[in-house]
């Protein structure tokens, strides 16, 4: 088993930036909507949010469903909505769930726009601020509420650098944020999920490590998925460096000499990992 996992810290200086730039405008909107992995729905919440937004309504939306266990992500929603807040699942590749998080959000800020006009203001759009950490789907999202490419989408942490307002329709307008994580981070396996996802950087840790441990995961959470993806037949290791080396060789990871190129190999299995070839997977334990 791997126990050579690196300390993951990673909080660059424009994520401060960005800590400020919501503080300063979060005094403008009805709602916050805090966007989550649903592989990840526990780890990919940033705690410093709930200091922040503990006096504004919030919704949790879930992004990338139909990377994640659809059984589990049902019982993480129940959760949500039974002891956090409003929660709703999203595919933005898909459009599933669009039309049910739109008239989530405008239910969710209708008391707060009428009590507005009540006291003599214009009648307005609802207005939501939408936060997470990096690469968790926020600005795809956007994209497929708004029906057009208004935000940067990029498969790299960070990448959302200002602020923008979004118009949805006549009744709702976002404003997108760039992805924050937090200073410390208390919990490695938190961590270790956080660069799995790649909402931590793959240039500030040694790769090789995180994908060992990733490859025991699997091998443990979905055995099959991991046979069918890398054609395994012998009977699967619970040592990630076996697997690593193994799955190196199968899909051609020599360098000269046959000498295993572990580089390649293991960013060719967090890849796949990502783009969901390996399957259907919730890392996050829901007791």
Known sequence: MTDDLPNL????????????LIQE??????????????????????PMFNEMF???????????????????????????RADINPAVAVDAAHGTGIKNLIALAKNLTQEKTHKLVKHGAKPRAARAMVVGIPNVGKSSLINKLAGVNHTKT????????????????????????PGILYPKFEDQEVAVKLAWTYAISDEIYDIEPI????????????????????????????????????IGKKRGCIRSGGVLDVDRAAKMILTEFREGKIGRITLDELN
């Open 154 to 177: 990029e498969n790299r942490p960070g990448v959302t650098r200002a602020k923008q307002w979004i118009k949805i329709d006549d009744g709702l307008q976002l404003l997108d944020t």
């Open 211 to 246: 994908v060992c441990k990733l490859l025991e995961t699997l091998a443990e959470k979905n055995p099959a998925g991991l046979r069918e993806r890398f054609k395994l037949t012998e009977p699967l290791s619970n040592d990630g460096h076996e697997l690593l080396s193994v």
């Open 54 to 80: 503990a006096e504004k309504t919030r919704l949790t939306v879930f992004t990338k469903p139909d990377l994640a266990n659809p059984k589990e992500t049902e019982r993480w929603l129940e959760y949500f």
């Open 9 to 20: 810290q990673w909080f660059p200086g424009h994520m401060k930036k960005t800590e400020r």
């Open 25 to 46: 405008n979060l005094k403008l909107v009805d709602l916050v909507i805090e966007i989550v992995d649903a592989r990840i729905p526990y780890s990919s919440r940033n």
